[in-house]
């Protein structure tokens, strides 16, 4: 198989097992931490409505959603990556910043959790591809 191809599957199948694990930790959140009293967090109009009522702790398992999200993308990039693995990886991070960035537009959210979840795409990807990246022993 081409480099180019395999690299460009590295990013679909990365972006792709991430935003898995990105959702099911998303729809686990609710069990583990439950939702404000009186507020309706199953339509994204309900969730619009509530989430002044959110509390930092339910902004918790979101943010570990999105971070460990990005670190197993990553992860799975760098190994199915034949060249350029940090890129990839860093391809994925950028992905998921993009729908960061489009979840602080659609919902809105306090400045300091939009700060912090903004920013950890990036060093999670690169984490990501330090964990995935052959070691050369010597």
Same mark, same amino acid.
């Given at each position: 198989?081409?480099?180019?191809?395999?690299?460009i599957?590295? !990013?679909?199948?990365?972006? $792709?097992?991430?935003?898995?694990?990105?959702? /099911?930790?998303?729809?686990?959140?609710? #069990? !583990?931490?439950?939702?404000?009293?009186?507020?309706?967090?199953? *339509?994204?109009?309900? &969730?619009?409505? +509530?989430?002044? &009522?959110?509390?930092?702790?339910?902004?918790?398992?979101?943010?570990? /959603?999105?971070?460990?999200?990005?670190?197993? =993308? $990553?992860? !799975?990039?760098?190994?199915? /990556?034949?060249?350029?693995?940090?890129? @990839? /990886?860093?391809? @994925?991070?950028?992905?998921?910043?993009?729908?960061?960035? $489009?979840? @602080?537009?659609?919902?809105?959210?306090?400045?300091?959790? +939009? !700060?912090?979840d903004? @920013?950890? #795409?990036?060093?999670?990807?690169?984490? =990501?591809?330090?964990?995935?990246?052959?070691?050369?022993? *010597?």
């Open positions: 198989m081409y480099p180019i191809v395999r690299n599957l590295a !990013v679909i199948l990365g972006f $792709a097992l991430g935003s898995l694990v990105n959702m /099911a930790l998303i729809q686990l959140s609710g #069990y !583990v931490i439950p939702p404000p009293e009186g507020g309706d967090v199953t *339509t994204m109009e309900g &969730l619009k409505a +509530t989430m002044h &009522l959110f509390e930092p702790k339910h902004f918790l398992l979101p943010f570990l /959603a999105h971070a460990l999200g990005v670190l197993v =993308g $990553a992860f !799975v990039a760098t190994k199915i /990556a034949v060249t350029n693995q940090l890129k @990839v /990886a860093l391809v @994925v991070g950028f992905l998921f910043l993009l729908g960061g960035i $489009a979840s @602080v537009m659609i919902l809105p959210s306090p400045l300091w959790f +939009t !700060v912090v903004l @920013v950890v #795409y990036f060093p999670m990807a690169y984490l =990501g591809w330090l964990l995935g990246v052959k070691k050369h022993t *010597t």
